[in-house]
């Protein structure tokens, strides 16, 4: 079936472009030649214009996919670490003397901190 609509379809095109070739004059040939080669011309271009803008849609909905799954998946929550040798230490076993011997509960001085971007001579 398919076959037979393509003979036809193409029988049809040559007997127009044969009638239309008797009938015209040279230059009304040469307008209907130049039409044709114009689009012909212009298929390439529009074929690399559709791959690239359905390759762009894909990526598009590969995106929005990916951002829809991180939005339905609950967030991880980062591990929480908690250092305080100061005034819990003494509750440990040996009374923190474990860690004052590493000097880490035996600081009792007022902290210092760098400020970036602030002058040293303040």
Same mark, same amino acid.
């Given at each position: ?6 003979? =036809?379809?193409?029988? %049809?095109?040559?007997? =127009?472009? &044969? &009638?239309?070739?008797? +009938? ?15 689009? /012909? ?8 214009? =559709?791959? /690239?803008?359905? +390759? ?5 909905? +590969? ?16 591990? /929480? &670490? ?15 003397? =474990? ?13 210092? %901190? ?9």
């Amino acid at each position: 079936m398919k076959r037979g609509l393509g003979v =036809l379809l193409a029988a %049809f095109g040559v007997t =127009l472009a &044969v &009638v239309v070739g008797l +009938r015209l004059e040279a230059a009304g040939l040469a307008v209907v030649v130049g039409i044709l080669c114009g689009i /012909v011309a212009a298929l390439p271009v529009n074929g690399a214009l =559709l791959y /690239v803008l359905w +390759r762009e849609r894909r990526e598009r909905e +590969r995106l929005e996919e990916r951002l829809r799954l991180a939005q339905e998946r609950p967030p991880a929550t980062a591990p /929480v &670490v908690i250092l305080n040798a100061g005034r819990g230490a003494d509750m440990l076993p040996g009374g923190g003397e =474990l860690l004052g011997a590493y000097g880490l509960a035996g600081r009792q001085g007022a902290r210092e %901190f760098t400020i970036v971007g602030e002058e040293e001579g303040r």
